[in-house]
């Protein structure tokens, strides 16, 4: 089975329901998916946040963080920290 999910912290949210049970032991495979276009990111936002879904500023928000990411360097990331 493939799904897609978002990363908050140590959770995933998966974008879609699955029929398995709670607390069932998994093994996750991560990869990163393609980058989506502003118009993906905004139907993801309207499913996710269901109060923005007729904020008319959204658009603006998503192109000043486009550019932030545009403009910034990448954090570095120690994968041997200790957690």
Sequence with gaps: MQIQGIISGRYIELLHE???PEGL???VD???SES???EE???LADRLCGSWADD???NEIFTEIEQHRRDSR???VN???AS
Aim: charged letters at 30%; zero cysteines.
């Design 18 to 20: 699955i029929n398995l």
């Design 25 to 27: 032991p998994v093994i």
């Design 30 to 32: 991560i990869r990163q």
């Design 36 to 38: 989506l276009s502003l």
């Design 41 to 43: 990111k905004r139907r």
């Design 56 to 58: 008319s500023s959204l």
């Design 74 to 76: 990448p954090r570095e």
């Design 79 to 81: 994968f041997d920290a």
